[in-house]
Every structure is written in C-alpha cells, then in structure tokens.
C-alpha cells in the first residue's frame, strides 16, 4: 500500500500560480505512476495530468497544457504538481492518485491509492 497526502493548496488570483505537492509513504514509491485529478464544486473528479514511475511519460488534459507542470522525485517520494495562469475554472479539490501499472490512464477508476485531496481556489 501507499499512502498520499496533499499540501500546497489555497486561494490565488487569476493570473497567478500555485504549487502542490503529494508526499507518498508506504511501499517504494516509484513503483507508482502518479496522477492529478480536479474535482471542481458540484462536478465528478476529472484527470489533470498524469506522470510515468520513471518521469519519461507524462500526459495532460487539454484544459492545462501549457500551464500545468507535472513532476516527481523519487528520492523524496514526491510528486508535484506546478500550476500556472490559473483560471477560475481551476479552482476545486485536487487530489493525486497512484497506480502500479506504469501505463497512461485518465479515469479516477484505473488508479489504486488516493490523498485527501487540497484545495485550489482562483478568484477573478
């Protein structure tokens, strides 16, 4: 098992930038590919971005390209999330999620292990 815990979260102006971060403890860490889900008020959990064991792979819903930096580091067993020109869309609970199998997935259902989640809210 592994266990996840989200920091980082908070109530920023359109235009700025935020840093999350999921602290993983239990079995390796980089045994897990990582992922970012946002759950926005009233809305079910969608995929944000998600990265390989190894960092090689990484993907991202449309709505963040290009302002969304996703990365980890094993040695800390962290993963990040960088999020920049936020958007009052962005604003919901953010969570990271962990799955051993080292294949790209976009659905809250592929992933094993859950944070608590963090809240993200952007005001216009």
């Known amino acids: 098992q592994v266990q996840l815990v989200e920091s980082g979260g908070g109530l920023v102006q359109a235009g700025g930038s935020l840093r999350l971060s999921c602290a993983a403890s239990?079995?390796?860490?980089?045994?897990?590919?990582m992922a970012w889900f946002q759950q926005a008020p009233g809305k079910e959990r969608e995929f944000v971005a998600y990265i390989s064991r190894g960092g090689m792979i990484i993907n991202y819903a449309d709505a963040v390209k290009g302002r969304f930096t996703i990365s980890r580091d094993n040695a800390k067993n962290t993963v990040y999330l960088q999020m920049g020109s936020l958007k009052p869309e962005d604003t919901g609970v953010y969570y990271c999620a962990a799955r051993p199998t080292n294949t790209v997935a976009v659905v809250t259902t592929e992933y094993n292990y859950w944070g608590q989640g963090t809240q993200v809210t952007v005001s216009s």
């Open positions: 239990g079995r390796t860490f980089s045994s897990y590919a």
